[in-house]
């Protein structure tokens, strides 16, 4: 079969033996895969990847000599089912699947290990224990956004965003996109959306954000209403001695029972919800330097480069910092059906495809990525002629 090779950052199609499912795998016809924001790094950072890998105890992510077929945002065909199958997907079915597989030794990443072939290819190999089928009305096209918005889910989620918080979304390439999407679709009505891009920006209003600001000219910590944070120590401070003023004052009922009762009634102050959705190193360290006291920072861009953070800024403003990978299955699932059901109406998962090209294509795809202006996610549709991205 043919399928997109990586080795030592360069891209190149070539013929590969077509994979063979073991016992509990499927076989898929790939029909779309997806260019991640990960793919990128990995075609140029794969070394600091892997020690990154490493330093968590696993060892088996490509390197920059390893030759491997990346990919891991797909939906395919099912054309083989080995024994031992799980899940009741039969030849025809188009599923999509958690892209991690059993092999080699180990459990493996699919499409960032030269033991787990990706999907930048014309087959792939997945766990049938991890694949769910496409409801017949889904789209091919926004069935490959499962993976990518299953991302942005577990990352709302781990935000713990309060319908009445404010969400305030740094970065609006194709993650961001994602994360803004999903907050609307579980019900936050309050999304600022900060990109630096007019094109993106115009994406980051047609998936829901409220509030869109470009950060060259505008501030994104104030452009919303503030008067419910606390933005200084100070605040703080006066905060701590008027409250305590107005307790001390009540009859009767011990200040601190009243207190508690507050506490539990989500009453101290609370900062709004930061997603940072940039990647490049000092953006994390200048939300925590911006940001409201108490805001929740939930970082999903993902940087390969050493970062700098001021922890006594983060310390002094109590700012809770939370890092993200992947998901679920359940989040998986539940992305797959919220897309199915409409709660992420196509046309808004639509607006994160921006073109669509062959396999022999997508070595082009990754310079054309490097635009923010033009693309968020490239398709690949490994049925496409020709090398140039056409339209989704």
Same mark, same amino acid.
């Given at each position: 079969?043919?399928?997109?090779?990586?080795?030592?950052?360069?891209?190149?199609?070539?013929?590969?033996?077509?994979?063979?499912?073991?016992?509990?795998?499927?076989?898929?016809? =790939?029909?779309? @895969? /997806?260019?991640? *924001?990960?793919?990128?790094? $990995?075609?140029?950072? !794969?070394?600091?990847? &892997?020690?990154?890998?490493?330093?968590?105890?696993?060892?088996?992510?490509?390197?920059?000599?390893?030759?491997?077929?990346?990919?891991?945002?797909?939906?395919?065909?099912?054309?083989?089912?080995?024994?031992?199958?799980?899940?009741?997907?039969?030849?025809?079915?188009?599923?999509?699947?958690?892209?991690?597989?059993?092999?080699?030794?180990?459990?493996?990443?699919?499409?960032?290990?030269?033991?787990?072939?990706?999907?930048?290819?014309?087959?792939?190999?997945?766990?049938?224990?991890?694949?769910?089928?496409?409801?017949?009305?889904?789209?091919?096209?926004?069935?490959?956004?499962?993976?990518?918005?299953?991302?942005?889910?577990?990352?709302?989620?781990?935000?713990?965003?309060?319908?009445?918080?404010?969400?305030? =979304?740094?970065? @609006? /390439?194709?993650? *961001?996109?994602?994360?803004? $999407?999903?907050?609307? !679709?579980?019900?936050? &009505?309050?999304?600022?959306?900060?990109?630096?891009?007019?094109?993106?920006?115009?994406?980051?209003?047609?998936?829901?954000?409220?509030?869109?600001?470009?950060?060259?000219?505008?501030?994104?910590?104030?452009?919303?209403?503030?008067?419910?944070?606390?933005?200084?120590?100070?605040?703080?401070?006066?905060?701590?001695?008027?409250?305590?003023?107005?307790?001390?004052?009540?009859?009767?009922?011990?200040?601190?029972?009243?207190?508690?009762?507050?506490?539990?009634?989500?009453?101290?102050?609370?900062?709004?919800?930061?997603?940072?959705?940039?990647?490049?190193?000092?953006?994390?360290?200048?939300?925590?330097?911006?940001?409201?006291?108490?805001?929740?920072?939930?970082?999903?861009?993902?940087?390969?480069?050493?970062?700098?953070?001021?922890?006594?800024?983060?310390?002094?403003?109590?700012?809770?910092?939370?890092?993200?990978?992947?998901?679920?299955?359940?989040?998986?699932?539940?992305?797959?059906?919220?897309?199915?059901?409409?709660?992420?109406?196509?046309?808004?998962?639509?607006?994160?495809?921006?073109?669509?090209?062959?396999?022999?294509?997508?070595?082009?795809?990754?310079?054309?990525?490097?635009?923010?202006?033009?693309?968020?996610?490239?398709?690949?549709?490994?049925?496409?002629?020709?090398?140039?991205?056409?339209?989704?």
């Amino acid at each position: 079969m043919k399928a997109v090779v990586c080795h030592q950052s360069e891209l190149t199609v070539r013929e590969v033996p077509d994979p063979s499912p073991d016992r509990g795998q499927l076989l898929l016809r =790939v029909l779309r @895969c /997806g260019i991640c *924001g990960s793919d990128l790094h $990995a075609r140029h950072h !794969a070394e600091e990847l &892997r020690e990154a890998a490493r330093a968590t105890g696993y060892d088996g992510v490509m390197g920059p000599d390893d030759e491997v077929v990346m990919g891991h945002e797909f939906v395919g065909e099912v054309i083989d089912v080995a024994r031992g199958s799980r899940g009741g997907a039969k030849v025809g079915d188009r599923v999509v699947a958690m892209p991690i597989v059993r092999g080699a030794g180990g459990v493996h990443p699919t499409g960032l290990s030269r033991f787990a072939p990706g999907a930048y290819a014309e087959q792939v190999v997945v766990e049938s224990s991890l694949a769910m089928k496409v409801p017949d009305d889904l789209p091919t096209d926004v069935a490959a956004l499962t993976e990518p918005m299953a991302v942005a889910l577990h990352a709302v989620r781990r935000g713990e965003v309060g319908r009445k918080q404010v969400a305030v =979304v740094v970065g @609006c /390439g194709p993650i *961001g996109l994602a994360v803004i $999407a999903m907050l609307k !679709a579980t019900g936050v &009505r309050t999304v600022v959306a900060s990109d630096f891009s007019a094109a993106r920006r115009a994406m980051a209003e047609a998936v829901g954000a409220d509030v869109v600001v470009d950060p060259a000219t505008d501030d994104p910590w104030t452009a919303y209403d503030t008067s419910r944070y606390v933005t200084e120590a100070a605040q703080m401070f006066d905060l701590a001695v008027g409250s305590m003023d107005k307790l001390r004052a009540l009859p009767l009922v011990p200040w601190w029972h009243v207190m508690h009762a507050a506490e539990l009634a989500g009453a101290l102050p609370q900062g709004p919800v930061v997603f940072e959705c940039v990647g490049v190193p000092g953006i994390i360290d200048d939300i925590v330097a911006r940001a409201p006291l108490a805001s929740r920072v939930v970082v999903v861009g993902v940087t390969m480069q050493a970062d700098t953070i001021r922890p006594a800024i983060a310390i002094n403003k109590e700012i809770d910092l939370r890092f993200v990978l992947a998901y679920t299955p359940r989040e998986f699932h539940d992305t797959l059906q919220m897309l199915a059901s409409g709660s992420v109406p196509a046309e808004t998962a639509r607006v994160l495809l921006t073109g669509t090209v062959g396999l022999g294509g997508v070595d082009g795809a990754f310079a054309a990525l490097g635009n923010p202006e033009r693309h968020a996610k490239i398709l690949i549709d490994p049925a496409q002629q020709g090398t140039a991205v056409g339209t989704p």
